[in-house]
């Protein structure tokens, strides 16, 4: 077997190996035996190859550390996959002791040699201030040089970061540009990005039906936010033909990936009996998990199940506490219902609501 087919064939062949037969597996002891011979006289692709096997446990016992061994090997013959490889050992701390600045370091070898995965992950790093100083003018360099590789996220990151106006002076055209490249790669958020920027007019003329369109595309990758967009879009027909059992599908589906503002409008679904039978109790579920996760509105409407006794038990300190919690978290309107059952509480019962309040409020917070 010839060093230049080893070379070739290298990266996809234990993908294969998922497909043969077992009498095929002497094949694979033979790739194995090849490689680590090559590995051992120093061939640098080969010690890569032989780091990823042992990495992922391909043919061989897994094993960080080997794997670990067999990259610096090839990176330090200036192999850049294995440099980068060597980097995400170090990033995940996996057979070698976890050390941001090390796997930079790495990175930042194998993304100087053009490899555009590390130019992607050290875009990452210097926006997220990961083993890095927080820079954003660095992290769109990075992004775009792999962006300009065809490395979707990276597309998509810097379709945020124009969107932003962070490391570069915000243009919504350049940022629909860089999100429809990496939208009609798949990339789910870009999708919904794409979307958003055609609801909004942002970068593009403003068109509802191609918001849905790209919604859909993102809501069908199970992205939380565009099945809420497009259970929205569904409700108040906008850019599709409007259809409250649709909207509440939508909205179930981001709700249970806990998606705050689809749980209260699935609530209100419930209590309305709007694209579904109407459920005081249903209601009164969602509304508790997204005013558990801090959500206004739902707070205030769990604060009125409580107070007019829908799908709850009547309970005036129930709803004096979460109507404060709403209102303590912005929305004026709870004062009132605050207010309201203030007036149906006892002294004692008022001073043990309100200590409750306190609780829930420091517990309750939104989530950002």
Not at 62 to 80: L, T
Not at 114 to 119: D, E, K, P, S, V
């Amino acid at each position: 077997m010839s060093k230049s087919i080893i070379k070739r064939y290298a990266r996809s062949f234990f993908v294969a190996l998922g497909l043969l037969q077992p009498a095929s597996y002497a094949c694979a002891s033979q790739y194995l035996i090849e490689v680590r011979r090559m590995a051992e006289q120093g061939d640098a692709e080969a010690q890569n190859n032989l780091g990823v096997s042992y990495s992922q446990g391909q043919g061989v016992e897994q094993d960080y550390q080997q794997a670990v061994a067999w990259y610096r090997k090839a990176a330090e013959q200036g192999h850049a996959e294995a440099q980068n490889n060597l980097g995400i050992s170090y990033s995940q701390g996996q057979g070698v002791a976890q050390d941001a600045q090390q796997a930079v370091a790495w990175h930042r070898k194998a993304a100087e040699q053009g490899m555009a995965l590390a130019q992607a992950i050290l875009g990452i790093r210097y926006a997220s201030g990961l083993g890095v100083p927080q820079d954003y003018q660095q992290a769109v360099a990075w992004y775009r040089k792999a962006a300009e590789q065809g490395v979707a996220a990276s597309q998509n990151d810097l379709g945020v970061s124009y969107s932003q106006g962070l490391g570069v002076a915000q243009d919504y055209q350049q940022a629909v540009a860089w999100y429809r490249k990496a939208a009609e790669q798949s990339v789910a958020n870009a999708q919904y990005n794409l979307g958003v920027s055609y609801y909004l007019g942002y970068g593009v003329t403003q068109d509802y039906q191609q918001a849905v369109a790209w919604y859909r595309k993102a809501a069908e990758q199970s992205v939380a936010n565009a099945q809420y967009n497009l259970g929205l879009s569904y409700s108040q027909g906008q850019g599709v033909a409007q259809d409250t059992q649709q909207a509440v599908a939508w909205y179930r589906k981001a709700a249970e990936q806990g998606y705050a503002e689809a749980q209260n409008n699935l609530g209100v679904s419930y209590s309305q009996g709007q694209g579904v039978a109407q459920d005081a109790q249903q209601a009164v579920a969602w509304y508790r998990k997204a005013a558990e996760q801090g959500h206004a509105e739902a707070q205030a409407n769990l604060g009125a199940s409580y107070i007019n006794g829908q799908g709850v038990a009547q309970d005036n300190g129930q709803a004096y506490v979460w109507f404060s919690v709403s209102a303590a978290n912005g929305k004026s309107r709870a004062a009132n219902g605050r207010n309201h059952a203030a007036e149906k509480l006892s002294q004692s019962q008022l001073a043990a609501a309100q200590k409750l309040a306190g609780q829930y409020f420091e517990q309750y917070q939104p989530r950002r």
